[in-house]
């Protein structure tokens, strides 16, 4: 199942973006952490002013523990590199019960160029969460998998992936669900 999930987030994250919103209905979290910045951004063209530098090498930590506990009933994260970057895996404990999220911190990857097709997948939405740029797809319906993709500078960024659990799917819809994680995100970039 990880790799089915993999295989299919990876597509889409690298099925991207160009800036046109169609598709989908998620959910805007409701708004925290505003205000904060960050004054070291990792790119010179940060348009966030935030920045991932400290989370490249420990992407686990891009998410404290009581933000995990909201991710329901997952193992530990273990960290790793795929294709994105350094990424963090909470794979749930029971794959019919427990959704499984991946996080990857990507560093020095043109976010554009990154998303430059994902207008083309069956779920594709633009929208900003406290200020920041983020597109969530999935190269068919969402009803399975989501990614949402936070960009942090020109050619960093946070992406969030969800394979929703089949227990779960009724109620924890997976764009919803990795843009309410993404949120999480912001804030602690933020401080």
């Not at 010179?44 to 991710?71: F, H, M, N, R, W």
């Not at 193992?75 to 795929?82: F, N, Y």
């Not at 919803?176 to 995100?185: D, S």
């Amino acid at each position: 199942m990880t790799a089915l999930l993999t295989a299919v987030l990876a597509f889409g994250a690298l099925a991207g973006c160009t800036g046109n919103t169609t598709g989908g209905t998620p959910t805007t979290p409701s708004e925290t952490g505003a205000g904060k910045t960050s004054s070291t951004p990792t790119s010179a063209e940060s348009p966030s002013g935030l920045s991932i530098a400290k989370y490249v090498s420990k992407p686990c930590d891009i998410l404290k523990p009581d933000q995990v506990a909201t991710l329901g009933s997952v193992k530990a994260g273990v960290a790793s590199t795929k294709q994105l970057g350094p990424v963090c895996v909470w794979d749930g404990t029971d794959p019919i019960k427990n959704s499984s999220y991946d996080i990857s911190v990507t560093e020095g990857k043109d976010f554009e160029a990154m998303n430059e097709n994902a207008k083309k997948n069956g779920v594709y939405v633009e929208k900003k969460i406290d200020g920041v740029r983020v597109i969530s797809t999935d190269s068919t319906d969402g009803a399975m998998f989501c990614l949402t993709s936070v960009q942090v500078s020109k050619t960093d960024s946070v992406t969030v992936q969800i394979a929703s659990a089949t227990d779960e799917r009724a109620t924890k819809k997976p764009c919803p669900e990795t843009e309410r994680v993404a949120q999480l995100i912001i804030t602690n970039l933020k401080g």
